[in-house]
């Protein structure tokens, strides 16, 4: 209990700023969490995609299709939906394909922006914290002899929202950082299958062979 209670006396000594703070906190943990538990169940992974590629290029249609359908993630749920077209969409399937693909890549980036507002705002509320601190302990030196300890409760505010607001924002930094490397990844995962998918469908409806 002695470090909660004592982390809990920081807090209060941080004055008003600490709240929008603490929510920004929150929200940057639960956009990470959110975002890990998305892409660990909807992205599929690069194995997934190099062996669906390599089936592809050795014109093996079925061997990926069935590789597709007994996979999950966004990729094989797109290589799914272009196999099962029968008809020769010509070059319709073309925009069909990254039509899908983009829209995979747009739901992967869902939440990005505002983690990344977030970061920007963090050491922003931190810095507003340190003003009315410093505000505080000036208006404490025409004080300071019925009251000495206001001047260093007002310096204490200061500190403490900075400090709390640049932690945020480096611990939101290293997320969004994380996050992107797993978009930048999913995004040449999902453009790869759509480019295979639409050069051999469309190669194997030229020759006649489908």
């Not at 959110?34 to 992974?45: F, G, Q």
């Not at 208006?139 to 007002?154: F, K």
């Amino acid at each position: 209990m002695g470090i909660f209670s004592t982390a809990f006396d920081y807090f209060l000594r941080g004055g008003p700023c600490m709240w929008p703070l603490l929510l920004c906190s929150v929200a940057v943990i639960a956009i990470g969490v959110e975002r890990h538990l998305y892409y660990k169940k909807a992205l599929s992974d690069t194995g997934f995609v190099m062996e669906f590629c390599r089936l592809m290029n050795a014109f093996d249609i079925e061997g990926a299709k069935e590789l597709a359908r007994g996979s999950k993630g966004d990729g094989a749920q797109l290589a799914t939906d272009i196999l099962e077209i029968k008809e020769d969409m010509g070059k319709r399937l073309e925009s069909i394909a990254y039509a899908k693909a983009d829209r995979a890549i747009e739901a992967a980036e869902e939440h990005l922006d505002f983690l990344t507002v977030l970061i920007g705002l963090a050491p922003m509320l931190g810095l507003l914290g340190t003003i009315t601190g410093m505000i505080s302990s000036f208006n404490a030196l025409n004080e300071r002899v019925q009251n000495p300890m206001a001047v260093t409760a007002g310096i204490g505010e200061a500190l403490i929202t900075t400090v709390f607001g640049l932690s945020i924002a480096i611990i939101g930094m290293c997320i969004h950082a994380y996050l992107s490397g797993r978009v930048k990844i999913a995004s040449l995962n999902i453009y790869e299958l759509a480019s295979v998918l639409v050069d051999i469908i469309q190669a194997k409806n030229a020759g006649g062979k489908l």
